[in-house]
């Protein structure tokens, strides 16, 4: 049986670690991503996601280099995102240590260059980010560029054509449930699984273990969470155990999957 991931997301601005709520990026966690890396490496975390919300694009300078910090503490897979337009930035960063690239408004701004990157690292690099952000009429549409711009697709419809692109996996958050304590935006999560083939990480809304267990009833082939993780001591170890008892397939201590590294 296939085991479901835990995920724990880092979310960086200006080098440090800070709270998401509603795609806006205020208090400071940690002043060092490597000390809260850390800790999930202690506490049975499958993955990490490393995303960069800084809003000026001079900042990649700085995320590659806490990249290559935070991968030399990393015993896990570890995902990157935010800035990431250029091949040559893409293997900058998978050369510093990142395994896997996350790439949101990309898709719908540089979609040869999404190809191009699929074709040069693999589609098991290509981490397609899905923000998605309801209509005053309650519609899900897709969000992109750190939630600012919407699109006219559906989140089943963006799932479709990310993968078309050459995505190997789709990374799900809804601005709308990010930091709000309710849970994933699971009408999504479900239209997404059911209208692609690929794995999806669910994200987003977090607050009890109870989320992640409905996160997996929807589909999700791995739950991720950050604020949560951030505050509650030996947080995934917690998170796993509970989903353990509910009879979700999880990885115990010491079965956490080996990075997978992209080609070239």
């Not at 200006?14 to 966690?29: A, C, E, L, M, Y």
């Not at 060092?32 to 996601?49: G, L």
């Not at 910090?69 to 998978?94: M, N, Q």
Request: with cysteine.
């Amino acid at each position: 049986m296939v085991k479901k991931r835990l995920v724990a997301v880092l979310i960086l601005r200006d080098g440090q670690v800070v709270q998401s709520i509603k795609f806006k990026h205020t208090n400071v966690i940690h002043a060092d991503p490597v000390h809260a890396m850390e800790a999930f490496n202690k506490w049975s975390v499958d993955e990490i996601v490393l995303l960069n919300v800084s809003r000026e694009e001079e900042s990649r300078a700085a995320f590659a280099e806490a990249v290559e910090r935070v991968s030399k503490h990393c015993f896990v897979p570890l995902a990157v995102g935010g800035w990431i337009t250029e091949v040559d930035y893409a293997r900058e960063l998978l050369t510093k240590g990142a395994d896997k690239l996350v790439l949101n408004t990309a898709f719908a701004d540089h979609p040869a260059f999404v190809e191009a990157a699929s074709k040069r690292f693999g589609k098991q690099c290509i981490v397609a980010s899905i923000d998605v952000k309801r209509d005053d009429a309650g519609v899900a549409h897709v969000a992109v560029d750190r939630g600012r711009r919407l699109l006219e697709e559906t989140p089943a419809a963006w799932a479709q054509q990310v993968r078309a692109l050459g995505a190997g996996e789709i990374f799900f958050n809804s601005v709308d449930h990010d930091g709000a304590r309710k849970g994933y935006d699971l009408e999504s999560v479900k239209a997404i699984v059911e209208a692609v083939d690929l794995p999806v990480i669910a994200f987003g809304g977090v607050f009890t273990w109870s989320h992640l267990l409905a996160g997996i009833k929807a589909g999700a082939e791995a739950v991720a969470a950050a604020n949560i993780f951030h505050y509650t001591e030996q947080a995934t170890r917690k998170a796993k155990t509970f989903l353990a008892n509910a009879g979700v397939p999880v990885r115990s201590e010491g079965q956490s999957l080996a990075p997978v590294r992209a080609a070239g």
